[in-house]
């Protein structure tokens, strides 16, 4: 048995790469449709061997379908989701617009799947599923198997984040920063970033909020919350830099009681679509250009932190479009469907 899919925001980044997972990955199809903006009718898209021309976000019948992806920004999913969730399509969105709602679940579902299952047993649910933030995501599937073994106390994350975390918008300015006579230092359009991206750092992602800390540093502390353990303590320090795919972050946490690398790296290696690349050798760890395309998160540089009781370090590296948007997405709909959770659409 198939289901109907709408992909919104399908000509997007994170739309596009839904598609592709969702043919990768052999999701149960019937019908798969892609969904934007009135100026993006008869635009087409791939969706593996087929091509989709875009419906418009204003007239499709969404009660046609069982699950729709939604990646088309926080504004849009506010105005929209409740009405697509009204027509009993189940939405699961991209944005950060129902991340922090109590009556929305926000799931990895390798950390916190089980809580789909009364989720959607609820009569009055708002048929919404929160897709957490993209640094989040890598983070909490790294720290949920040593949590379930140690408890974590306190975690301390500085992010390198690519550009694609921003969009296309993003990967064009970093591109076009780049490419041709560009030489450091000389002046450059920054648009989408606040200073230029190439050949620089960007200690600013999101807006400032008033205790000096961003939005984007906010949103770590509090999805890691909510998603692992209401208890872990978190601090992030999230930086923007010139990559075009995949977010790496350097990880310290404190346990409640020791824990060793070796033991740290057996949990890790067992725990699922986590891969452990740790050599302590030039190329021994992953970094983003390894990790673009790929599925699984990876962990390198496990190492004992001496200047803290019970801490460890760990270097986090994942394709930001994949497990931060739309893998985890994708896998969303899978958990949904594997546990029996809802009923074709008609």
Known sequence: MGYNIAVVGATG????????????????????????????IGREVAFGEKTLKCHDLETFDFSKCDIALMSAGGTISKEWSPKIGATGC???????????DADCPLIVPEVNGSVLVDYMAKNNRKNIIANPNCSTAQLVLALKPLHDENPIKRVVVSTYQSASGAGKEGMDELWHQTKGK????????AQKF???????VIPHIDVFMEDGYTKEEWKMMAETKKILDPKIKLSATCVRVPVFVGHSEAVNIEFERSMTVAEARSILREAENIDVVDKREDGGYITPVEAAGEYMTYVSRVREDATIENGLWLWVVSDNLLKGAALNSVQIAETIVKQGLMQKAA
């Open 13 to 40: 980044a994170v739309g596009r790469e839904m598609l592709n997972v969702l043919a990768d990955r052999k999701f149960p199809v019937d019908e798969v449709y892609a969904v934007a903006s009135r100026r993006s």
């Open 90 to 100: 189940i939405v699961i969105d991209n944005s950060s617009a129902w991340r922090y």
């Open 182 to 189: 560009y030489v450091p230092g000389q002046e450059v359009g």
């Open 194 to 200: 606040t200073k230029e991206i190439a050949f620089n």
